[in-house]
């Protein structure tokens, strides 16, 4: 990958994308391209926003994108964003869609692989 704020790995069957300081106009489309490539094949993943430390409109998009693309594909997709923290409240905020938010990473991968 090209992006350090991209990382993805396998567990329990999942991908595991993990994304890392700030998710924005300037970087969002090479997030978005970087996490497309690394999860080509992936039956089901997780977006862990766990180290996101911002995310603006450009970061929303992309994060609505890639949830389109793993649905498109049918692959189950979820999205880790603690509570209580600042890119949940930005999450719910403007409506994203309650049931595919987790609040750690073990619920989206029990979740996942139920």
């Known amino acids: 990958m090209t992006d350090e704020r991209v990382t993805v790995h396998g567990e329990r069957g999942c991908s595991v994308v993990r994304l890392h300081g700030e998710v924005d106009h300037g970087n969002a489309e090479l997030v978005e391209r970087d996490v497309l490539t690394a999860t080509r094949a992936a039956a089901g993943v997780v977006i862990d926003l766990t180290g996101v430390t911002f995310l603006d409109s450009a970061g929303l998009r992309c994060l609505d994108q890639l949830v389109t693309a793993f649905r498109t594909r049918q692959a189950p997709v979820l999205v880790v964003a ?11 905020l403007i409506g994203f869609l309650p049931d595919l938010l987790a609040g750690t990473l073990d619920e989206a991968l029990a979740e996942l692989t139920r």
């Open 82 to 92: 603690p509570d209580g923290g600042a890119v949940r409240g930005t999450l719910d």
